[in-house]
C-alpha cells in the first residue's frame, strides 16, 4: 500500500503534469510508473471538483438551496458520466451517503476509515490523499481517492441545523440520506478514481 506524503501531495497538487510527461508540444509521453496515474488522478478530480462547485453554485445563485439539491440529484451524476471516460471512472463516496449509489466499497471504506484516522491524529487535508495498484480478477486496477472537506455552505444541506424545507427536500430526494450532522471541516467523503491497467 502506498500512502502520499504531504510534500509530494502538495506538489501534485499545484502542478499536474510533470515536464516528463508532457511535451512542449503537448504530446503524452508513456507513462514511467504509477507517480504518472497519481498525477493524472490529481488532475481529473481537480477538473471534477470545479464542474460540480460551478453547477452547485450556478443552481443556489438562481434558486436558492433548494435548487442546489435539485442540481445535485439530477446534474451531479451526468457530471460523473461525462468525467469518466478515457478508461478512467471517477465518483463520490462516504461513509455517510446521502445517495446510496455512492456507497463505497470494501476498499474505499478502508481507505476512508483511513482518513478520518489520520485527520484525528493532525493530518491536514492535503496529506488525506491515497494511490493504491491493486488486482482484482487477474486484472490490475490503479485506485486513488482524496478527501473532501465539509465546508461552511456545505452545511446549510449537510449540517444538523437544515431548515425544514430543505430538510422536506432532502427526505423527498433523498430517502435513505445519511450525509447529516457533519461540522466545518470534517470529512465529507471522498473522491474516488479507478482505471483498469
Not at 435548487?67 to 451524476?77: L, Q, T, V
Not at 491515497?130 to 490503479?142: A, T
Request: with cysteine; net charge positive; glycine share 6%.
Amino acid at each position: 500500500m502506498k500512502n502520499l506524503t504531504s510534500i509530494y501531495a502538495v506538489v501534485l497538487a499545484t502542478s499536474f503534469y510533470s515536464p516528463n510527461v508532457l511535451s512542449h508540444s503537448g504530446e503524452v509521453h508513456p507513462p514511467e510508473g504509477d507517480e504518472y496515474l497519481v498525477d493524472i488522478a490529481y488532475k481529473k478530480t481537480h477538473e471534477f471538483s470545479r464542474e460540480l462547485k460551478l453547477t452547485l453554485h450556478s443552481a443556489i445563485a438562481k434558486g436558492g438551496f433548494a435548487a442546489g439539491i435539485s442540481a445535485c440529484n439530477s446534474e451531479a451524476p451526468e457530471i460523473k458520466t461525462a468525467f469518466s471516460k478515457d478508461g478512467w471512472e471517477i465518483g463520490r463516496t462516504s461513509l455517510k451517503t446521502r445517495n446510496p449509489k455512492n456507497s463505497p466499497d470494501e476498499w474505499e471504506a478502508k481507505i476512508l476509515k483511513e482518513f478520518q484516522r489520520d485527520k484525528d491524529n493532525g493530518a491536514e487535508f492535503s496529506e488525506l490523499a491515497h494511490s493504491e495498484i491493486i488486482e482484482k480478477d487477474g486484472q490490475r486496477i490503479f485506485r486513488f481517492m482524496k478527501a473532501i472537506p465539509a465546508k461552511s455552505m456545505c452545511l446549510t444541506c449537510h449540517g444538523s441545523r437544515i431548515g425544514p424545507s430543505l430538510s422536506a427536500k432532502l427526505k423527498w430526494k433523498y430517502p435513505n440520506d445519511k450525509a447529516v450532522n457533519y461540522r466545518v471541516d470534517d470529512i465529507r467523503g471522498a473522491f474516488t478514481l479507478t482505471k483498469k491497467l
